[in-house]
């Protein structure tokens, strides 16, 4: 059984660019969320998905940022116009609705310059 | 809103010593779970134990134990017999249960590190 998978693991971008990441979440868990945590902090919850559904987008997640999980299956994180403020680690967990513990991956570390 | 309170920075152990980590939380809700999760340094967070809020038995993992006060809104972590591996980030997390996102709420975690 293969754990939660993040690509990539580290992206440098410079400001104004945007940057798509990647999950792709134990094979048989339907839920699938992303955090972002910064240094020093604990992770904080961005959104959610059910299956294919977006259930629920946090604050924290401005118009910039968009989440997709089309099939299902791997989920996409992309941000457009990056600022330096959204450097941090993103951090992609799913799990399964009959146990609801999450499962963690590695996390794509984002450096905007 | 649900918030987690972590109250120890850092801690620094001698190895086979025990320690415990401090956990608080805040909430109104009666039903809920609570996580540890450990961060080694550079790698991914794992999780340690959980404890369910209708169980009155303190979960236990190996050496891993919690204190599960509910009525104190404390949740506090003993790692026995403690190994250099142990040296992480600990997170304390809440996950209240009603329908929608079981999404987790993180204190701002414990930084141990166990010396040789």
């Known amino acids: 059984d293969t754990g939660v998978s993040q690509d990539p693991r580290h992206k440098i971008t410079k400001r104004g660019q945007n940057v798509t990441f990647r999950c792709d979440p134990i094979s048989e868990h339907n839920r699938l969320y992303w955090y972002r945590q910064t240094l020093g902090q604990g992770p904080e919850f961005l959104t959610y998905f059910q299956n294919e559904a977006q259930l629920e987008k946090s604050r924290l997640l401005s118009d910039r940022f968009s989440a997709e999980r089309p099939k299902g299956s791997f989920s996409t994180l992309e941000i457009q116009r990056t600022e330096q403020g959204d450097s941090a680690m993103y951090l992609c967990?799913?799990?399964?609705?009959?146990?609801?513990?999450?499962?963690f991956g590695p996390g794509t570390r984002l450096t905007v310059l | 809103a649900q918030t987690v309170t972590q109250s120890q920075p850092e801690m620094s152990v001698q190895e086979a010593e025990t320690v415990t980590l401090s956990c608080t939380y805040d909430?109104?809700?009666?039903?809920?779970?609570l996580f540890w999760y450990k961060q080694p340094p550079s790698r991914q967070m794992i999780l340690v134990i959980r404890?369910?809020?209708?169980?009155?038995q303190n979960a236990t993992e190996n050496r891993f134990s919690v204190n599960f006060q509910k009525a104190a809104k404390s949740f506090s972590l003993k790692i026995s017999d403690s190994q250099l591996g142990d040296t992480a980030m600990y997170f304390c997390a809440f996950m209240r249960l009603i329908q929608g996102a079981q999404k987790l709420v993180f204190g701002q975690g414990t930084r141990l590190t166990i010396n040789p």
């Open positions: 909430t109104s809700e009666s039903n809920y779970y």
């Open positions: 967990a799913s799990s399964l609705s009959t146990t609801d513990t999450q499962y």
């Open positions: 404890q369910e809020a209708y169980k009155q």
